[in-house]
């Protein structure tokens, strides 16, 4: 496992690449000493076992994410693929019509 300095509340395990393995979502709480600042939540992606973090080339938006609470991976647009819905603190849900 990488070094993922996280303030974590929930972590998901699913599939973000496609590759047919789990990898990791980790998602950010709180920054120590600074209720209210947006978090930083984490991408590990597994590669033959072994865990990187590639936050900053597959999903930088989760750098000052929010406040996560939960987490959870399904398809929620029925595609077949997993998506993630992550709730938290003063993060908005994005609606569609
Ligand atoms: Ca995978
Ligand atoms: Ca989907």
Redesign the pocket.
């Known amino acids: 496992m990488p070094d993922a300095l996280v303030n974590g509340q929930c972590i998901e395990a699913f599939?973000?690449?496609?590759?047919?393995?789990?990898?990791l979502f980790i998602g950010g709480r709180q920054v120590s000493g600074l209720y209210a600042a947006p978090a930083d939540s984490r991408l590990l992606?597994?590669q033959s076992g072994s865990f990187s973090d590639h936050t900053k080339t597959l999903a930088p938006f989760l750098d000052q994410f929010g406040m996560v609470t939960d987490v959870i991976s399904d398809s929620i647009d029925k595609d077949g693929d997993l998506d993630l819905l992550v709730v938290g603190e003063w993060i908005s849900l994005p609606c569609s019509q």
């Open positions: 599939d973000a690449d496609g590759d047919k393995d789990l990898d992606i597994n």
